[in-house]
């Protein structure tokens, strides 16, 4: 494991968002712990250090591409992107893209830290300060944040290598570097135990502290939420075939009740569904309450006090003016659309689906998430209409142009103009941890596995798998999920057009265990436009690979070099 030094060098403190409002961060330059300890305003940038290292991908690889580009979600359009490892036969052991380890175990190295060495402090200078003990709940609260955010980065490694060694408290190098791995179970069982334990301890909403308020209460951190959450998305994964090879029903109990109880304590609370859900990327969901209803626990991303354009930058069409393409959705997405009017997929008889117009009557989210051939995208003054066909403004052959006939909307501002004069450079961007949505549809799929039918209810789940489902797609005006064909069926494409683009897609395949089902084929749309103006669309298949080894990442072989302990998954 990567062992960092934890008290030099400057912490660069990105800002985040749960709830209604942002957490006030600092710069701080950390140099002992004694002066660490000295005061509460330092152990708070100490603490503050550890959200930074929460994952997010507005585009993690080389040059913004996302991980969606690994899986049937986009294709990135810059050839030669380090994305395409994860499918041309360059991943190995010695090529792991292993960050994840490192910046995970980095962040529970910090936690470890911080419940072991940073317990007990009474703060002498603050003791005559009228809000002391407001402070001092604060400071209290701190062990119950770090015990989730050590929870959060298991889950992060367990569902990314399967088993990997448990750290729960400080070691020397020495140590460490001997460890063997701990079983999948093992991890599983420790984060939903940690959850357990904390959820009654942590504050219960750090946007309403009652009697210890300071008038900063910096809702963006954990909160009991936050617990539940993590504790029910864990048991989900935990329940699925890639880490349930036993098809133990009990684990997908487990899930939905745990997922119950988050909907549950959410829903007393006032949270739900936002009535739109473009509204889920606008600059300020993080503090407009009704937007951020949905919103459990996110990640505020930008660089600069104003925010930023990284996710504008990395996916704007080519053609425009800062334009470079970027991470494009396929054919794959865009069909996963149902239509409209009857809710039903485009290849069902009586759909209503016109193939000479193909992108009309369907569901919202389309528009909502992809950019097609006509489209006022970006939407600030003076963007003509994207023309994607081939030798069109923003269409091949032209570098970078989208391969696949569509651009991504989805996170982006379509105000931010990246030309020189542009009025709007940049605004904040939240990456969403947590939310909602995901959830009705997390418990639509343990409900589903665990009493076997879409419309079965009993007294602990009067909600049956097909209402829970149906939530989203009432949001944005869609028709119920048709009672005909597999309800498993529709209920991965309802997820996979809910949650396009949030990180779960890559997870979710691999889980179930279904990559030779979405991953092996990949389609692109070739828009052609003839004399009279007409539009034709030809579909492309192209294939990539796959390798059953693939549902779980390699032990990077750097961490095995200093840890001989450390067993390699099969196949690498």
């Known amino acids: 494991m990567k062992i960092n030094k934890l008290f030099q060098g400057a912490l660069i403190v990105l800002a985040l968002a749960s709830c209604n409002d942002k957490m006030n961060y600092n710069e701080y330059n950390i140099y002992g712990k004694d002066y660490i300890t000295k005061n509460f305003h330092n152990v708070g940038g100490f603490m503050t250090d550890i959200y930074n290292t929460v994952d997010y991908d507005f585009g ?16 990135y359009s810059k050839l030669g992107n380090s994305i395409e490892d994860f499918y041309n036969g ?8 292993g960050s994840v380890w ?22 002498e200078e603050l003791k005559l300060n009228a809000d002391y003990g407001a402070q001092m709940h604060r400071y209290e609260n701190y062990k119950y944040e770090c015990r989730f955010m050590r929870a959060y980065f298991y889950f992060a490694l367990v569902r990314q290598y399967g088993g990997v060694p448990l750290v729960t408290s400080e070691l020397p190098a020495k ?12 991890v599983f069982d420790f984060i939903i135990k940690e959850c357990n334990d904390i959820q009654d301890k942590i504050v219960a909403d750090y946007s309403n502290l009652g009697q210890f308020s300071t008038g900063t209460e910096e809702s963006g951190r954990a909160d009991r939420l936050a617990i539940l959450a993590l504790k029910a998305r864990a048991a989900l994964y935990w329940a699925s075939p890639l880490f349930n090879t036993s098809n133990d029903r009990e684990r997908y109990h487990d899930a939905a009740r745990y997922t119950k109880e988050l909907l549950d304590a959410a829903e007393a609370r006032g949270k739900g569904l936002t009535a739109h859900y473009n509204d889920l990327w606008a600059a300020k969901s993080f503090n407009t309450p009704t937007i951020a209803k949905e919103i459990i626990f996110g990640r505020r991303y930008f660089k600069n006090p104003t925010g930023d354009n990284l996710v504008e930058s990395n996916n704007y069409p080519v053609g425009i003016e800062g334009g ?17 009017t009857t809710g039903l997929s485009i290849n069902e008889t009586g759909s209503g689906y016109d193939a000479a117009h193909p992108y009309k009557d369907r569901d919202p989210r389309l528009t909502a998430t992809v950019a097609v051939n006509g489209d006022q995208w970006p939407t600030y003054s003076g963007v003509t209409p994207l023309e994607t066909f081939q030798g069109g403004v923003n269409g091949e052959p032209l570098t970078g142009a989208t391969p696949t006939g569509y651009y991504l909307k989805k ?42 039918s879409a419309d079965a209810t009993t007294a602990e789940f009067p909600m049956s798998a097909r209402e829970a489902a149906n939530k989203t797609r009432r949001r944005v005006g869609m028709p119920d999920l048709s009672s005909s064909g597999d309800f498993w069926t529709r209920l991965c494409n309802e997820r996979f057009v809910e949650l396009a683009f949030e990180g779960h897609r890559f997870w979710d395949v691999r889980r179930w265990k279904e990559a030779d089902r979405y991953f092996k084929e990949i389609y692109e749309m070739k828009l052609a436009k003839d004399s009279d103006g007409n539009i034709s669309y030809t579909r492309r298949k192209v294939e990539r ?28």
């Open 324 to 340: 470079s393409g970027g991470n494009c959705p396929t054919q794959n997405l865009v069909d996963a659309y149902d239509m409209k």
């Open 90 to 97: 360059a991943w190995s052991a010695t090529n792991a893209k």
């Open 545 to 572: 690979g796959w390798d059953d080894r693939m549902y779980l990442f390699p032990i990077p072989q750097t961490e095995r070099m200093k840890n001989g302990n450390l067993l390699q998954n099969p196949g690498w």
């Open 60 to 75: 993690n690889y080389s040059g913004g591409a996302m991980q969606a580009s690994a899986t049937d979600e986009s294709v």
């Open 411 to 452: 996170f982006c501002n379509g105000a931010i103009s990246l030309a020189g004069n542009g009025k709007v450079k940049e605004s904040f961007h939240t990456w969403l941890t947590f939310r909602m949505g995901e959830f009705y549809l997390n418990y639509a799929e343990a409900v589903f596995k665990y009493l076997g």
């Open 175 to 186: 140590v460490v570097n001997t460890l063997s791995r701990n079983s999948s179970d093992e």
């Open 102 to 123: 490192n910046s995970m175990y980095a962040g529970i190295k910090t936690c470890n830290h911080v419940l072991g060495q940073m317990q007990g402090l009474n703060f």
